[in-house]
Structures are given as C-alpha cells and as structure tokens.
C-alpha cells in the first residue's frame, strides 16, 4: 500500500510540468487523481493515460480555477468521480516577465486571478468537502516570493501574496484539521519552461549559479514534496513555506 491509498487528490493546472509530476506523484502513491485543466485536454487525458496506465486512478476535469462556478464544477465533479476529496494542490499558475514601464491592468488581474484568487476559491470549497478527519492544501508558490528577480514584479506578488494567504489559512482552518502549507520550487525544467525560452539560456545559467545543488529542478524533485505534505508523514505541519529549490540563494 502506498502512503496515500484510499486518499483522493484534486491537482489543479495538472496537464503539464509541475502539476503533472505533482499528479503521478500522488497516484504513484496510491491517490486517486482529479487532473485539472484549462485548455489542454490533450495535455490533461495524456496525464490521465500515464497514471492509469502504471495501475493508478485518474480523471480529467476542465476548469479555469480562477473562476467560481468553474471551481464549484470541478469539486463537484471530483466527489462524483470518487465520492470524496482529502487532498487539494493549488498548482495553476501564470507568470510573464516583464519591466514595471510595460505592465497592463489586463495582465495584473490575469495573473493575480489566477495565482491568488484561484487558490483561494479552492479552499472555499476544499472546506465544504474535506470529512471531519481534515484534509491537506497544498499551495505551489515559488521562491520568486521571497527572493524576486527583475521584471518579475506582479508574478513575484503573486507568490509572496500566496505565502501569506498560507499562514492566514492555516490559523483559520487548523480547528477544523485542514493542513495548509506552501510548498515553493526554484528554477524547474518544465515544458513551459522550454517553450519560454529559458532552457539553456543565460537566464537558466544564472539561476543555476545560484543553486547551491547546481542544477535545475525537475517535476519529480517537487512531487516527491508533495506526497509528504499530503500524506500523514506530514501530520504535524501546517502554515509552512517550504522551498524545494536545490538551495537557490
């Protein structure tokens, strides 16, 4: 039996990297998985087809996570598929690097919508369907919320934001025996990642300079993270920031 067996997991922004690795990682461990999407059902289904196929549980639900009745559908949705939630990692996120001189409302709200409003909304409804035993919520933040970068002004609010959402929500949920803590990746190779740009750039390069373990991080390496703080090896850990960031300084 796996740590996580006869638990159920929702991953939000699971059709890729990080959420993807996340979403094995738990089914690997015996968790039956919701895997959320936005836009990539082909993403999502070939997620789904890995777990099912190495004999885990998975479905694929589409939702946009910051959008309520989209959240309300996708809890919904989940206790229809498994009759239960116990597990919510808030994954879904959006970023997009760029001077303070070029920053649009439009691009604020995106990304403040999805990174900070999302998780929120989700937790509302993790509390209307975790049983009496709790349950855990994990927020994948990023060490950009406390070590920033140039350009990264809104993206790294988001994540500082979410930091603290985690603290607020850990005072508030700890009576009701909901866990919430904040796990927060470095630099990570990921195929958005790769589509951005970054890949064997000098950007990666400098990361990299600073990564005490001098290398990027993988989905895997976040994953392995995640089962701890969703299984009950993690019972006695709430409100929590946890970087897995190889020692990025």
């Given at each position: ?114 990174n900070v ?47 603290q ?71 006695w850990?709430?409100?929590?920031t ?5 020692g990025?300084?």
């Amino acid at each position: 039996m796996g740590r996580l067996t006869g638990k159920v997991a929702i991953v939000t922004g699971a059709s890729k990297g990080i959420g993807a690795g996340i979403a094995k990682g738990l089914a690997a461990e015996g968790a039956s998985v919701v895997v959320n999407y936005a836009s990539s059902k082909e993403g999502a289904e070939r997620v789904v087809a890995e777990i099912t196929k190495g004999g885990g549980k998975a479905t694929a639900v589409k939702a946009d996570t910051s959008k309520q009745a989209d959240v309300q559908r996708l809890f919904a949705e989940a206790k229809k598929a498994y009759g239960r939630v116990d597990v919510v990692v808030n994954n879904a996120g959006v970023y997009k690097f760029e001077p303070v001189e070029s920053i649009q409302e439009e691009e604020f709200h995106r990304q403040y919508n999805t990174n900070v409003l999302g998780p929120l909304l989700a937790t509302q409804e993790a509390i209307k369907y975790f049983g009496p035993e709790g349950g855990s919520i994990i927020n994948i933040g990023s060490v950009a919320g406390s070590n920033p970068t140039p350009t990264s002004a809104v993206y790294s609010g988001t994540k500082a934001a979410l930091d603290q959402i985690t603290r607020v929500l850990s005072l508030e949920l700890g009576p009701k025996k909901i866990r919430v803590n904040s796990l927060n990746p470095g630099f990570t190779l990921t195929e958005g990642v790769t589509t951005a740009g970054f890949a064997g750039s000098e950007q990666e390069k400098y990361f990299v300079s600073r990564t005490v373990l001098g290398r990027p991080g993988t989905p895997e390496d976040i994953a392995k993270v995640a089962v701890f703080l969703a299984s009950d090896d993690s019972r006695w850990v709430t409100g929590e920031t946890i970087a897995v960031s190889g020692g990025y300084r």
